[in-house]
Nanobody, 120 residues
Framework: QVQLVESGGGLVQAGGSLRLSCAAS????????MGWFRQAPGKEREFVAV????????GYADSVKGRFTISRDNAKNTVYLQMNTLKPEDTAVYYC?????????????WGQGTQVTVSS
């Protein structure tokens, strides 16, 4: 089992920045590819970003490419999502995910989510 706890969400004005963190515990963190997903009200959960176990490979949804950056610190068992130039359409609950496969589908381990609200 991998336990994931997100933090760093909040209310920000359009054009602002936030950094989300996801702390992992349980199994060996460096064995898992890590991802961020989000779910807006009335919409399905969608892929945001993924990072490989070593951090060498990263992937982004087209909607956030150039604005968001995913990173990880294996010594701290933590993955981050730096979000810049935020837009109202980025408003959602953001979830951290751990997967043994490098993919955009998401693996079996999820955090509880952190709310991000961007005001116009």
């Amino acid at each position: 089992q991998v336990q994931l706890v997100e933090s760093g969400g909040g209310l920000v004005q359009a054009g602002g920045s936030l950094r989300l963190s996801c702390a992992a515990s349980g199994r060996t963190f460096s064995n898992y590819h890590m991802g961020w997903f989000r779910q807006a009200p009335g919409k399905e959960r969608e892929f945001v970003a993924v990072i490989s176990t070593s951090g060498m490979s990263r992937g982004y949804a087209d909607s956030v490419k150039g604005r968001f950056t995913i990173s990880r610190d294996n010594a701290k068992n933590t993955v981050y999502l730096q979000m810049n130039t935020l837009k109202p359409e980025d408003t959602a609950v953001y979830y951290c995910n751990a997967d043994t496969n490098y993919s955009r589908r998401g693996g079996p381990y999820w955090g509880q989510g952190t709310q991000v609200t961007v005001s116009s």
